[in-house]
């Protein structure tokens, strides 16, 4: 058993590069308090959850992007890295971080070359 690697690792996407870290347990757990919610669906007192998954993504890659290359405003001008613009990055490029920060954070480097192929 390990415990969960600190490093930064790159991850590029489309003309930029990524440089992410996995989120700790307690980063985790508050990541999903954030995310979900829990309501009651009638009478009976049963309860459904809900995961609001944007706010999942966005708080994930808010938390696990460290540093970018290759981002660009609206000009063509590159855009140093700042954690609140974040949230301005296409959905697709948060929903593919989001998977990297949260998906591969308990796995080892070995196993996390093996998923990756």
Not at 61 to 82: A, H, L, M, R, S
């Given at each position: 058993m390990r415990l969960i690697s600190t490093k930064t690792r790159e991850v590029p996407v489309e003309d930029a590069v990524f440089t992410i870290r996995s989120l700790d347990s307690e980063e985790r757990a508050r990541l999903m308090e954030e995310s979900f919610i829990v309501e009651p669906t009638g009478p009976e007192s049963k309860m459904r959850m809900r995961i609001n998954l944007?706010?999942?993504?966005?708080?994930?890659?808010?938390?696990?992007?460290?540093?970018?290359?290759?981002?660009?405003?609206?000009?063509?001008?590159?855009?140093?890295?700042?954690?609140?613009?974040?949230?301005?990055?296409?959905?697709?490029?948060l929903d593919t971080l989001s998977s990297e920060i949260i998906g591969t954070a308990g796995l080892g480097e070995e196993e996390e070359a093996s998923l990756r192929g």
């Open positions: 944007v706010r999942y993504q966005l708080r994930a890659c808010q938390e696990g992007i460290v540093d970018w290359k290759g981002i660009k405003d609206e000009n063509g001008k590159e855009v140093p890295f700042d954690k609140n613009l974040v949230k301005r990055l296409e959905p697709h490029v």
